[in-house]
């Protein structure tokens, strides 16, 4: 005989049916809006927590530390040790307002079989073979292979075991990876943006968001670049004219911490699913 018993069934809580032997009831968990209000540009913006994730891009050794591949090759990347404890706290907060944090990463395959020249060369540009994957003689290790100390996060940054993590090879982490389908079983509407590079990397992700449909929201001070100032002033102005919003991560902590102390006082609230639909036929 069929169970009777309903079960969760689905790859997170925010996207699930339950379903028995008997039974499957289709409707997902109703969560409650949660919307906060920030200064942005062009325009204050109100987003739903509810419907938020924070997206942190490339903030690996490799990218950021003093002995990883772009410090070698000659790159400054002083600027990333004042935003390490700056993500640190965006991540920590979010993360307890039950934001997702996604860390997406640069990790290559060894063989780098799916990087075709043109991204090869954008790292390479002579064609001497010390880009992506070539060993890096500070460190004994390939340039952001998968598994490898220069893929690897930066130390002051730690995630946690209900955090999503996603690699790509590319610029932008939507294409050839699972990131789109992670956001939609997430049940996400509005993606905040961190990391490096700021119009590199980051902004390519953050384009492919908007053009897919998602809210896109980039955290001023919540990204670096190793480019030239003017790169960076102009991903400023390009993502609040033609991609969605320009923030501060410091305006938004704050207003999460009065969204969560104001949910607290009140009791707080938990996904539920629609009332009519019965549990059992």
């Known amino acids: 005989?069929?169970?009777?018993?309903?079960?969760?069934?689905?790859?997170?809580?925010?996207?699930?049916?339950?379903?028995?032997?008997?039974?499957?009831?289709?409707?997902?968990?109703?969560?409650?809006?949660?919307?906060?209000?920030?200064?942005?540009?062009?325009?204050?913006?109100?987003?739903?927590?509810?419907?938020?994730?924070?997206?942190?891009?490339?903030?690996?050794?490799?990218?950021?530390?003093?002995?990883?591949?772009?410090?070698?090759?000659?790159l400054d990347v002083s600027g990333v040790d004042r935003l390490i404890p700056t993500l640190a706290t965006t991540v920590s907060k979010l993360r307890t307002a039950d934001v997702p944090v996604i860390w997406l990463t640069?990790?290559?395959?060894?063989?780098?079989?799916?990087?075709?020249?043109?991204?090869?060369?954008?790292?390479?540009?002579?064609?001497?073979?010390?880009?992506?994957?070539?060993?890096l003689p500070t460190t004994g290790t390939r340039v952001l292979e998968e598994g490898s100390w220069g893929a690897a996060l930066v130390d002051g940054l730690e995630p946690e075991p209900g955090d999503f993590h996603v690699t790509k090879q590319r610029m932008s982490g939507f294409f050839d990876t699972p990131l789109d389908s992670?956001?939609?079983?997430?049940?996400?509407?509005?993606?905040?943006?961190?990391?490096?590079?700021?119009?590199?990397?980051v902004l390519a992700t953050l384009t492919d968001a908007a053009c897919l449909g998602y809210d896109a929201v980039l955290l001023e001070d919540g990204v670096a670049t190793t480019s030239p100032e003017f790169c960076l002033r102009a991903t400023l102005y390009n993502v609040e004219r033609c991609f969605g919003f320009v923030a501060r991560g410091a305006d938004l902590l704050a207003a999460v911490g009065d969204s969560t102390a104001a949910a607290a006082d009140s009791g707080g609230s938990t996904p539920v699913r629609p009332t009519s639909a019965p549990s059992e036929p």
Do not use: K
Request: charged share 20%; net charge neutral; proline share 8%.
């Open 106 to 135: 640069w990790a290559s395959r060894p063989d780098r079989a799916n990087i075709p020249p043109n991204v090869l060369h954008a790292y390479d540009i002579a064609g001497e073979g010390g880009g992506v994957g070539s060993l």
């Open 1 to 74: 005989m069929s169970s009777d018993v309903m079960r969760l069934l689905g790859p997170t809580e925010r996207n699930s049916w339950r379903a028995s032997g008997r039974h499957v009831d289709l409707t997902r968990p109703v969560r409650a809006p949660r919307p906060v209000s920030i200064p942005a540009a062009p325009q204050h913006l109100t987003l739903d927590l509810a419907r938020t994730a924070l997206i942190v891009v490339d903030m690996q050794n490799d990218f950021c530390s003093p002995q990883g591949w772009l410090a070698s090759i000659g």
């Open 182 to 201: 992670v956001l939609r079983n997430l049940r996400v509407d509005t993606v905040l943006f961190a990391g490096v590079n700021a119009d590199q990397c």
